[in-house]
């Protein structure tokens, strides 16, 4: 089993910026991937931006510019740099972890973006 745990949610003024972190453990190897996902109220989960293990990056349009992926692979971390902030960026933010044993989710952190 693998668990994640993110951090660095909260509430930010439009312009503002933040940045989540998640923390693998447990059976963490040969990760293929780590992302980002965020669902706000009444819509579906959306992916934000991934990066693979081979270091490679993309990001969901929206935030293109604005928000980067980023890892630690010696301590199993991902980050999400937020700038830019905007009120449509409100959501819960959640990890993602695939590796040859299945795919993980975190529990999600909330992101409020709000004058």
């Known amino acids: 089993q693998v668990q994640l745990m993110e951090s660095g949610g909260g509430l930010v003024q439009p312009g503002g910026s933040l940045r989540l972190s998640c923390a693998a453990s447990?059976?963490?190897?040969?990760?293929?991937?780590m992302a980002w996902y965020r669902q706000a109220p009444g819509n579906q989960r959306e992916l934000v931006a991934r990066?693979?293990?081979?270091?490679?990056?993309d990001y969901t349009d929206s935030v293109k510019g604005r928000f980067t992926i980023s890892r630690d692979t010696s301590e199993n971390m991902v980050y999400l740099q937020m700038n830019s902030l905007k009120p449509e960026d409100t959501a819960v933010y959640y990890c993602y972890l695939v590796n040859p044993l299945g795919q993980y989710w975190g529990q999600g952190t909330q992101v409020k973006v709000s004058s």
């Open positions: 990066i693979t293990r081979t270091g490679t990056t």
């Open positions: 447990g059976n963490v190897f040969s990760i293929l991937a």
